[in-house]
Every structure is written in structure tokens, then in C-alpha cells.
């Protein structure tokens, strides 16, 4: 069974998707963003899905398309934040070259932006995403075979760091 190269978690703002392309690009592979195969296959944004249909429908969503993209994709894969609430998706992850990208809150709210939509985030965004870290810390370091902390990086060095850590980590 082939699996993902590099399987990169963590909250918004931690940088995921554009660490993310850097790897890939260095690695001569493809970038896949599971929010983004989300996006494709219901139609709409994930804030509309989150508003019309609800969260645990966007759950259901996000599992499956993680299951997928780990079954389907051999490059980069960047989860949505929230992917490692599901026990399953937990589970498929084990053993898999997964890293978590750490980032502090002032770095994340600076990077995501109070304008950005995130629908976890709508109200009072700085504590929510205190409590989402909060509640996500044990299951990011869970299935992360390497922590790796983004602050006072550039995304390069990030993206370094993530390779550097996974052959320091090998299987």
C-alpha cells in the first residue's frame, strides 16, 4: 500500500498548506489539501457547508476525504485542523510520516486574520482558538510521528524542519 510522502496537522494559521507546497516542491511531488478535495466534491466553501448543513455533517465529510487522500495520494498532504478529532482518522494516521506544525496563538491569529472565514473562529477568535488548541494539543501529538514549532520561522525554514524531523523519525 503506497501512502502520503508527508502528512502535515495542525491548527489554522500553523501554515499547513503553504509549508505544505514547499515540501512538495522540493520533494518533486504533488500538494493535496483535504479542505480543498471537501470544497470540490460538496460544491460550496466550508463555511457554507458548516452554515447550511452543520458541523457534524462537515465531519462526516472531512473523515472521509482524509481516508481517502491517505488510501489515493503519495505526495504532500496537508489535513483540515479539525481532522484529528475523529478516532478513526486517528487511527489511520498511526505509523504514517505525520508532522504536527506547532504555532503559537499570536503567530496563528496573525497569519489567519480576524477577516479570514473560519467558522470555529466567528466569535471571540483568540479564545476559541485557545480551546480548540486546548482540546486538539493531545491528538495532534498523537498521531504526529515529529512536533515541529513554526515560531520565528519562515516557511522555508518550517518546511526544513519538517524533513529534517522525519528523517530523524523514519518509520
Do not use: C
Not at 151 to 162: F, L, S
Amino acid at each position: 500500500m503506497s501512502t502520503p510522502a508527508v502528512i502535515l496537522v495542525g491548527p489554522p494559521g500553523s501554515g499547513k498548506t503553504t509549508v505544505g507546497g514547499l515540501i512538495a516542491e522540493r520533494l518533486g511531488l504533488e500538494l493535496r489539501d483535504t479542505d480543498a478535495d471537501i470544497e470540490r466534491a460538496a460544491g460550496k466553501p466550508i463555511p457554507e457547508i458548516f452554515l447550511e448543513d452543520g458541523e457534524p455533517h462537515f465531519r462526516a465529510l472531512e473523515a472521509d476525504a482524509v481516508r481517502r487522500a491517505v488510501a489515493e495520494h503519495t505526495g504532500v498532504l496537508s489535513l483540515g485542523g479539525g481532522a484529528v478529532l475523529d478516532p478513526a482518522t486517528r487511527a489511520l494516521l498511526v505509523g504514517l510520516p505525520v508532522v504536527f506544525l506547532d504555532v503559537a496563538l499570536a503567530e496563528a491569529v496573525r497569519r489567519v486574520g480576524l477577516d479570514v472565514p473560519r467558522p470555529l473562529l466567528a466569535v471571540n477568535p483568540r479564545q476559541r482558538w485557545r480551546t480548540l488548541m486546548e482540546e486538539r494539543r493531545p491528538w495532534y501529538t498523537e498521531v504526529a510521528r515529529a512536533v515541529v514549532t513554526t515560531a520565528d520561522r519562515t516557511p522555508d525554514e518550517v518546511a526544513t524542519a519538517v524533513l529534517d524531523a522525519l528523517e530523524r523519525h523514519p518509520a
